[in-house]
């Protein structure tokens, strides 16, 4: 059974960075397409980023683009979400999700099989 656990949440001023961290078990992940969604508060769950866990290749949401990068430690079956020049906008509940061999990019929601328990992030202003 794959498992996902999400850690790095919290409190960051507007401006700040945070690092969110995805640590996947379960699985031998090389066919795997991982991605970052996030929701707030009376908002659909939305496409942040994702990566291809063989080749690395990265896809990132218009609204991330320069701000945030995906990336996996396949040693340490991780994959990070780094955030740079956060906004209130980006407070959300962040998802680390999973899918086994997936056309990309995977961008839909409904397209992941597997997800975390999703770490509250909060950009004050």
């Keep these: 059974q794959v498992q996902l656990v999400e850690s790095g949440g919290g ?5 700040g960075s945070l ?15 991982m991605g970052w969604f996030r929701q707030a508060p009376g908002k659909e769950r939305e496409f942040v980023a994702g990566i ?4 690395g290749s990265t896809y990132n949401a218009d609204s991330v683009k320069g701000r945030f990068t995906i990336s996996r430690d396949t040693a ?20 680390c ?4 061999g997936s056309g990309w990019p995977l961008i839909q929601r409904v397209g992941y099989a597997y997800w975390g328990q999703g770490p509250q992030v909060t950009v004050s202003s």
Excluded: E, I, P
């Excluded at 409190?11 to 401006?15: D, N, P, R, S, T």
């Excluded at 961290?21 to 397409?33: D, E, H, I, M, P």
């Excluded at 079956?77 to 020049?85: F, G, K």
């Excluded at 999700?97 to 086994?100: I, L, M, P, W």
């Design 52 to 55: 291809t866990w063989s080749g």
């Design 19 to 33: 690092r969110l961290s995805c640590a996947a078990s379960g699985r031998t992940f090389s066919s795997y397409v």
């Design 76 to 95: 340490k079956n991780t994959v990070y979400l780094q955030m740079h020049r956060l906004d209130h906008v980006d407070t959300a509940v962040y998802y």
């Design 97 to 100: 999700a999973a899918q086994f």
């Design 11 to 15: 409190l960051v001023q507007a401006g």
